[in-house]
């Protein structure tokens, strides 16, 4: 499988409550039209420091539209201890309704990994190499996960190399752990 899509670049310790602001938490997933609401609202809390950014701004889904609740971004590239904080399973399904993948850093929160994975939302790649200074937000960049492995458009880098999801990708691959469990015959 090859995901493709610009990336939306971070640094460290980017929490669940900028990932999906508390505020936001009051809209019904079971609900489509509310569901949609948690990916408009995605990544929000994120300050501009830690975006990086060189314009301050913060911009990961148009905020001008009220009916755009997706992303021009598809992959997250962060650092250290990405999904730190609360156990809110509501930010890796946050980033999935914004429309995003794959998401590669250099560590996650444990809580965030195993939601990500659970939930069948998005992605957890991790990189043994600090991607988040050498990647710049807006840059394509293409994960082919027979690898896994990850190579930005138009670069010099050559391909660079993923830690594999190890047991956790037969869950992926099922979509989510009610899906395996199901496909294993755990649950009917």
Do not use: W
Request: glycine fraction near 12%; proline fraction near 4%.
């Amino acid at each position: 499988m090859i995901i493709s899509g610009k990336a939306y670049v971070l640094g460290d310790n980017v929490d669940t409550d900028q990932i999906i602001p508390a505020e936001y938490l009051m809209y019904d997933p079971s609900r489509a039209d509310e569901r949609r609401l948690f990916g408009r609202f995605a990544l929000s809390g994120v300050p501009a420091e830690q975006a990086g950014l060189p314009d301050g701004k913060v911009v990961f889904v148009d905020q001008g539209d009220e009916e755009n609740s997706r992303s021009e971004f598809g992959v997250i590239i962060a650092g250290k201890n990405f999904g730190c904080g609360s156990s809110r399973e509501h930010a890796p399904l946050a980033l999935a309704e914004a429309g995003v993948k794959a998401v590669v850093a250099e560590s996650y929160a444990r809580i965030f990994f195993r939601n990500a994975v659970n939930g069948g939302y998005v992605l957890p790649l991790e990189s043994p190499r600090r991607l988040c200074e050498m990647i710049r937000t807006g840059q394509e960049v293409e994960i082919n996960m027979a690898g896994p492995s990850l190579k930005v458009a138009d670069s010099q880098k050559g391909t660079i190399e993923l830690r594999g999801l190890g047991d956790v990708s037969a869950i992926i691959e099922a979509g989510g752990l009610f899906a395996y469990a199901e496909q294993i015959g755990m649950i009917r």
